[in-house]
Every structure is written in C-alpha cells, then in structure tokens.
C-alpha cells in the first residue's frame, strides 16, 4: 500500500509519514499541490492521499479539484489535512469528493482512527464487541461529522453510510448493524417513509432519528417516533464552528447509543447506584393504596419515549380531568409546542405549551416549553405558571425537579405525581419532596418503558406507591382523582 503526503511544511510531512508508516504504508512526498500531482503520475498506483489545505502554487482544495477529474485516480482514497474549522469549508472540501478530513494539530491515534475508517486497515481485535452504526444522511457533510464523532468512541464502529433511505434499506442486510442513525428529511425517500419500510421486517432494531429545529423538522420527528423510531437527536444549528458542532454531536449522540444497544455493551444500559443521602435515608412506610385526599394536581415527568408514552396515557382518559396537570417532557423548542398539539387533538382536555403567568386551571394540561424552566406559584386564591431560564439541573431545561418543587410548595400534600420512560434520574428529588410532604408518586414499570431510567430510580429509592404498566396508569390516575369513566384504551 502507498500513501502520497502533500504539505509545504516539511515538519508536517515527516510528522504524519511517521504515523502512516506504522502500518507499513510505503509513503511519498510533495510540497505542493503541483507536485502532488507530478508523483502520482510516476506512482499512478497510490491508495491514499493526505494533503494540506492552504500551501502555493496548488492548494488542497485545488488538489481534490484535480484528481477528482482523473478517471484514473476515481477510487484513490483523499484525506484533507487542514486547520481550517468552519464547517462551510469542511463542506466544500467534501462536496469536492474529499473522502475525509483531519483536523490540525493531530496525533498518531487520530490517524489510525482515520485509516480505520476508510477501511485502509483493519481495527485491532478486541475482547468486547463494538456497536455496529449505520449513518444515513443526504449531507455528506452530516455524515462525515457523525462519523468523524463515533469514530472516537472506542465502543463504536460506522460500518455504512447511505444518502437516502432506499440505500439505506439495501445497506442494512449487508453491514448488519445494531443501530441507525436516520436523518429526516432526504430526497428519494425520508426518514419517515423509512422508518414504516424498516419496522415492517426489522421491528426492534434501534433507529435514532436527526432532526432540524424547526417546526417542520419537530412535526416529522414526531411522527417518526409514532412510526416507529426509537430516539431522536437534533442537529446542531447556527453552528459555523466544525469543533463546536462535533461537541454538541458527541454530548447528545453517544449516550443515546451506548443506551439502546443495552444488548451489545450491557454494562452501558445499566442504572448507576442511586445516591447515597437516598440509601441512607429512612424512607417512611408505603402509603395506602386509597388516600385520604383526592390529589389537587397531576405532575408528569418524562424523556427518553415520552411523546409516545404521554399519547397512550391521555388516550385512555375520557373524562375532563377534574384537577389541572402540569408536565415537563424533555424536549426542545418547538417540539413541546407540536407534542402540545397533538395530543390535545382528541382528547376532552385543553393542551397547551405553558407560558408566562398562564392560569392553572382543571381541565389543563400544561406541558413544560423546550429549553426553559416551568414552576407553579400561587396568587391569592389561584394558581399561575412561571417560566425561568435557570440553570439546568440533571443537565435538562427544563427539569422535572424543578417542576415537582414548585408543585410541593404550592400544593402540599394534594398531589398525585407519576415519572414515566426516560433516561436519568431527573424526578427523583422532585418525587422525595413530594413524599416528605404527604403527597403521591406513581412510576412506569421497566417492560413498557423505552428506558427505565427516571422511573427506575423513583422505584428503586421506594418513592413510588404503585409501579404500573404503561396501559394501567390511566385507569390508576383516574381512579385516585375519582373520576371513573374511561375510553377503552387505544395503541399509540
């Protein structure tokens, strides 16, 4: 195997020929753009090319430009070289038909990480298995960036890529992988239409969907996770910076992974201790199953499966619920707006996204909007929203602890609360202040939620006075605000 290095600093060259050659990769240099070009016709044979960006005469754009026009270098590997970091640039240079690109100042890892990925050489063997990722995206610049974001994580392996959903479909049989990353919006067919073909022959397979933030983006996810898909993620916005947008990728993209592909790391799905002050706190006994006072409001926590789960909760709801219900579902901007809308389509109760100083009245449901806070204060003999853009707790704005605190304060011991799917532990404070002040907390059980995080850890700390399937927790909710009538129960 041969490799052509192009940079006008000799120091660069020999500092990448010296990585390159721990795979016993026989390495040629040039310069310059033109005399790039000059060795390969005397080394027509060359299987890579790693060339500087901004050099005379040529520059590596200008390069690509070239050898891209040449039938005769067409499956000749080319690997950007550059401290360039706006993802415009890093765009063009892939539009140009640059295979990849690395990021000045480097290190021989980064290389080999590289080399990996473009299948040049293989991957050491390891003990454990890695998380197989196939990454469907029509942006060639999207695609390079997830790659180039799970290709550090030693856990996990991109064994494809796809333009569009119909690849993507062909791809799935021949790379095997455990889960998808699938943009929503593509040519030829979408994320939506593909996720309705694959769950009809691949029901359980992980497809994590990308999304922009706007309301057509939210309104497609929405019915993407309705169809089928598993999680979402949003693609970073009005970010011009590669390593800002990379960094944003990699907070949201590889927990959600690592966490629904439980069955090939186990170790990475699994509930952390709880905290300490819980276990060695001296939880009072469980409550009776009937309380002595019907609940004056119903609280909601949710994530991870949540627009899903929150559809079949209130599509098993008939009647006009007697007290109001405040929620906040993990999500962003303009999606809690959509989810608001939606589930108020059918439903005898009033949705909406809350908003500053709303009034709190039964018959409500008020959902938390994305990227703030949502608490309840009392005025006089009523009770209004105030919305805040404190500091994230549990990492999340909004938070349901901070929901669940207010709630405490405003109403006592008069609350019915309920931690449904989701990933974290955010609720679980909010739910033991509850309890302290004489009020209720149902949880989701494990085998209905997407992940069994929130609610996990509100059971395991014994803070929940019944664990319940997704199907029953209607018909409880109901039956502790004494109101009986209820439609039957629909799949969502």
Not at 406 to 412: I, L, Q, R
Request: charged content about 20%.
């Amino acid at each position: 195997m041969k490799a052509l290095i192009i940079d006008d600093s000799r120091t660069m060259r020999r500092l990448l020929a010296s990585y390159v050659s721990e795979f016993a990769i026989e390495v040629v240099e040039a310069g310059d753009g033109l005399e790039g070009l000059e060795q390969l016709q005397r080394h027509p044979a060359t299987d890579l090319t790693l060339v500087d960006w901004d050099m005379p005469r040529m520059n590596g754009l200008e390069f690509v430009r070239a050898v891209r026009s040449d039938r005769a270098f067409a499956d000749m590997k080319v690997m950007m070289v550059t401290s360039h970091n706006e993802m415009a640039d890093i765009g063009q240079a892939l539009e140009e038909r640059a295979n990849d690109f690395l990021m000045k100042p480097l290190t021989g890892e980064m290389v080999a990480d590289k080399l990996r990925m473009l299948g040049l050489v293989e991957y050491p063997p390891r003990a454990m298995p890695r998380i197989r990722i196939l990454v469907v995206d029509d942006a060639v610049v999207m695609r390079r960036m997830i790659a180039e974001v799970l290709g550090r994580d030693a856990d996990l392996e991109v064994v494809g890529a796809a333009a569009n959903g119909c690849i993507a479909l062909q791809k799935i049989p021949q790379v095997n992988p455990d889960v998808i990353t699938l943009d929503v919006e593509m040519p030829e067919m979408d994320g939506l239409q593909t996720v309705r073909e694959l769950r009809k022959t691949y029901p359980k397979l992980p497809v994590i969907m990308f999304s922009s933030l706007t309301l057509k983006g939210a309104g497609a996810t929405l019915d993407a996770l309705a169809a089928g898909a598993t999680d979402y993620v949003t693609k970073p916005a009005n970010v011009g910076n590669m390593t800002e947008g990379l960094a944003r990728l990699q907070a949201e993209l590889i927990p959600k992974i690592k966490l629904h592909c439980r069955h090939v790391l186990p170790a990475a799905g699994s509930l952390p201790p709880l905290p300490r002050v819980l276990l060695a706190s001296s939880m009072p006994a469980a409550p009776p199953a009937d309380p002595p006072m019907a609940p004056d409001v119903l609280c909601i926590g949710c994530s991870t499966g949540g627009p899903n789960a929150l559809a079949t909760l209130f599509g098993g709801i008939t009647s006009t619920l007697p007290v109001p219900c405040v929620i906040v579902q993990h999500m962003p901007p303009l999606f809690t707006k959509m989810l608001a809308e939606r589930l108020g389509k059918d439903s005898p109760n009033r949705f909406f996204e809350g908003e500053e100083n709303q009034l709190v009245v039964p018959g409500s449901v008020y959902i938390a909007p994305g990227g703030r806070h949502m608490e309840l204060r009392r005025d006089g003999n009523t009770v209004r929203l105030h919305l805040h853009d404190g500091p994230p707790e549990n990492s999340c704005r909004p938070a349901v602890d901070v929901l669940f605190r207010s709630v405490a304060a405003t109403y006592g011991a008069k609350i019915l609360a309920l931690i449904m799917t989701g990933m974290g532990q955010d609720g679980l404070r909010g739910c033991e202040i509850i309890r302290e002040r004489g009020g209720r907390s149902l949880a989701q059980d494990e085998a209905t939620s997407v992940v069994w995080g929130m609610p996990g850890y509100v059971a395991q700390a014994g803070l929940a006075d019944r664990v319940l399937p997704l199907p029953q927790l209607a018909g409880e909710i109901m039956r502790r605000l004494r109101v009986p009538s209820l439609r039957p129960l629909q799949p969502v």
